[in-house]
């Protein structure tokens, strides 16, 4: 079999892969995509650019080959709302994941029993960027957009219908909030609980595992690439990341060090604790039997680009500025909830807000990016242990190209953290799944042996060890003020 091309379709970047049959990456593309924002937390893409990004970049890689690739493998970002009619044409913006719009509403939702009601029914917790706020508040808002739509769909099933002419919703990205991950099936209580039952028609009931969809005539103008070359539409970026990074037993965990924090574990049980917080997902994975238990924080790079920004620094001093500050960042602590939607796992709390202390005219610019970093490390912790690793645990995402922030996240995890060779994991993930779809599976012994690890420091474990338990105390006592 020859090469795949697997295609990230991140919210920012958009990024096409060629794997061989050994799992080497042999060429790549990216394109940006644009995040249109306006006031009230608005966040919005535009689809046919996104499809633009996405034809170009196939374009670009496939030229680079010597014949055509065995498949398109399809992931990407999930959540959101990409709302389409019956020709599968935006109806409306495609509002993003990051969206916060629907903040107030969730928020009511939370202080009314709605979001535990859900969880109890579904395991998934709400966040303003999913489907139920999203669509409830458009019912409010925009009636008549629901009306023209057909699909209430994600990003990768948008993109998959305009290069095949067909729905085909993974279901992975069917899970939040409404999907039964044991069944595959919506949970038609979730939906009455949402208020939003009456629209259960627009949703996409998800793909069989190892669905194979083939380019139309219209794809194949579009990417240049044979009419009926085999496409595969998802698993979305999280559980495609996983499996590219060889999360592979039960109790393995990943890390996605990204825009936001993505913590995931394996698990062969997707049983609802109804004591648990209401946060996170299960999600179906390709393999019956086995779900990831995701945690997906809202904070991450973005938040470590914004500390640096405040200090007038560049991405390319992170190091610099890390070794300048040493652990426990001179006593400076930060919460790290920049986000306008505030948190999604291991809790909600859409009024979450960032904020540091500690800070005296002794402390430098590197204190301060080191006391964001450190509060990401401590976040990925909490959301790890919601999540339930037990076992090994990899990291992806470009936060891992910083060496010093892969230490401390070690240091404060207190494990071993194995950092895959190849970047563009989302990508290799989509593709792993395509080969097994098209019956033939890949070598794993093969694919993820290309890796490095992190070792953490024992010298830093009671520091780190105290900070987290502070970390934890802070953010319970900020919830209280962010209720109020």
Not at 84 to 106: H, K
Not at 336 to 360: C, D, I, K, Q, W
């Amino acid at each position: 079999m020859t090469e795949i091309i697997g295609v990230d379709i991140g919210t920012s970047v958009t990024k096409a892969v060629a794997f061989d049959h050994a799992g080497r990456p042999l060429h790549a593309a990216s394109r940006r995509s644009t995040l249109l924002r306006q006031p009230g937390g608005v966040v919005e893409q535009d689809l046919d650019e996104v499809l633009r990004s996405v034809t170009e970049v196939v374009r670009e890689v496939a030229a680079a080959l010597p014949q055509p690739p065995a498949a398109l493998a399809l992931t990407g970002q999930g959540d959101g709302l990409w709302l389409r009619d019956t020709e599968g044409r935006a109806a409306r913006p495609m509002i993003s994941w990051m969206d916060g719009r629907a903040a107030d509403l969730v928020a009511g939702w939370q202080q009314d029993g709605t979001v535990e009601r859900v969880y109890g029914r579904t395991g998934s917790g709400m966040f303003p960027g999913c489907h139920a706020p999203l669509l409830a508040w458009l019912r409010a808002h925009e009636p008549r957009t629901l009306e023209r739509a057909a699909v209430a769909g994600y990003c990768v099933d948008a993109i998959a219908q305009q290069l095949t002419g067909t729905v085909a919703l993974d279901a992975s990205d069917a899970t939040l909030p409404f999907l039964d991950a044991r069944t595959r099936r919506y949970s038609t209580d979730a939906l009455e609980a949402c208020g939003v039952a009456d629209l259960a028609p627009l949703l996409p009931e998800p793909a069989e595992p190892g669905t194979v969809l083939g380019l139309d005539a219209r794809g194949a103008e579009l990417t240049g690439l044979p009419e009926g070359l085999p496409v595969t539409s998802g698993p979305y970026d999280l559980p495609a990341c996983a499996i590219g990074s060889g999360v592979r037993e039960v109790g393995d965990g990943l890390l996605t060090v990204g825009t936001t924090l993505a913590c995931q574990v394996l698990t062969d049980s997707a049983d609802v604790d109804p004591g648990a917080e209401p946060a996170g997902m299960w999600l179906c994975t390709p393999d019956t039997g086995r779900w990831l238990r995701a945690m997906p924080a809202m904070v991450g790079t973005a938040g470590i680009e914004w500390a640096l920004g405040v200090v007038g620094a560049e991405t390319s001093e992170l190091e610099s500025l890390l070794r300048s500050s040493p652990p426990g960042a001179g006593g400076v602590r930060a919460l790290p909830f920049l986000s306008e939607a505030g948190e999604r796992a291991p809790f909600v709390e859409p009024g979450a807000r960032a904020r540091f202390e500690g800070m005296s005219l002794a402390h430098g610019r590197g204190d301060l990016v080191r006391a964001m970093c450190e509060a990401v490390g401590y976040a990925a912790r909490h959301c790890l242990e919601a999540a339930g690793l037990s076992a090994t645990l990899a990291a992806c995402g470009g936060g891992t190209r910083s060496t010093g922030w892969m230490q401390t996240f070690a240091d404060i995890l207190g494990r071993e953290v194995r950092v895959p060779g190849e970047t563009e994991v989302g990508a290799k993930g989509a593709a792993i799944v395509a080969r097994a779809a098209l019956g033939d599976p890949v070598d794993e012994s093969v694919w993820y042996a290309d890796h490095r690890t992190v070792v953490p420091d024992p010298a830093n474990r009671g520091r780190y060890e105290r900070g987290y338990v502070d970390y934890r105390t802070e953010v319970e006592s900020a919830r209280v003020r962010w209720h109020a």
